[in-house]
């Protein structure tokens, strides 16, 4: 069978083609994945690591502005800040420098959380102030009697110790303090004792003030909490003048 060598010739110079342009389409088609896979991992990137800028670390020590923050190739937006902070500043007065070789953007500032903390060195723990008694009656409501026929009358906060008797009711201070020292104890408790025990003997009452300005003034006996007894002697008519038959105190707060 005679074959013609030019046809022979054309087959191959076409299949040559053919698989030349095989070839080139094979390639093209993986250069166009490669770039579409290049684009979607860097959006992909852009997108889990967008450009920010944190606050450079706080110390003893001022920080130059330029090495506070190393700019990355890939970000849209460089930003170059530092927080220089004295040591003992409150965190409120630290104040960014921006470096004025790279462009600034809006891009809020994270504080440094140890800037909040507060210096465990100067912290103290809390001194318990010690207690206070309570100054209040003891006493109940209504009358109450008291050793040598004297009684004591309750009203709310206020209380009325009646020593109307021959031998209680007295015209002299001395003896009216001697009374209020004996019977206070009765009305507040011990706490009385503590109060009383402040006033030197013989200075709780002025001889030329128990019938006169006492009466409307009152005494008072401040205890170590601030709270305080008020006390004024109450006096009736007698023979010979005013007699004091009484005392009355209360609570002041």
């Known amino acids: 069978m005679a074959v013609c060598l030019h046809c022979l010739h054309n087959a191959r110079v076409e299949a040559r083609d053919r698989h030349r342009r095989a070839i080139v389409r094979f390639c093209a088609w993986t250069l166009s994945v490669t770039v579409v896979g290049v684009v979607g991992a860097a959006a992909v990137n852009a997108a889990m690591h967008p450009a ?67 210096d465990s060195s100067t912290s103290r723990p809390a001194v318990s102030a010690p207690a206070v008694p309570l100054l209040r009656p003891i006493i109940p409501l209504g009358r109450t009697d008291l050793p040598d026929s004297l009684y004591a009358e309750r009203r709310a906060d206020t209380v009325v110790v009646h020593f109307d008797t021959s031998p209680a009711r007295t015209r002299r201070a001395d003896k009216f303090e001697a ?72 609570v002041e707060h």
């Open 52 to 118: 920010e800028t944190t606050a450079a670390p706080v110390g003893t020590h001022r920080v130059p502005a330029k090495a506070a923050v190393v700019p990355k190739r890939d970000s849209i937006v460089t930003v170059a800040s530092a927080t220089v902070v004295q040591e003992g500043a409150p965190a409120a007065a630290a104040t960014p420098i921006a470096d004025s070789t790279s462009p600034v953007a809006n891009v809020p500032v994270i504080p440094n959380p140890a800037t909040s903390r507060p």
């Open 179 to 250: 009374i209020v020292r004996q019977t206070l104890r009765a009305v507040y408790g011990p706490v009385a004792d503590t109060l009383l025990t402040a006033v030197p003997s013989g200075q709780l009452v002025l001889p030329n003030e128990l019938l006169t300005t006492l009466p409307s003034r009152g005494i008072r006996l401040t205890s170590a909490g601030g709270a305080r007894i008020q006390l004024w002697p109450e006096t009736r008519p007698g023979r010979d003048g005013p007699l004091v038959v009484a005392y009355r105190t209360v």
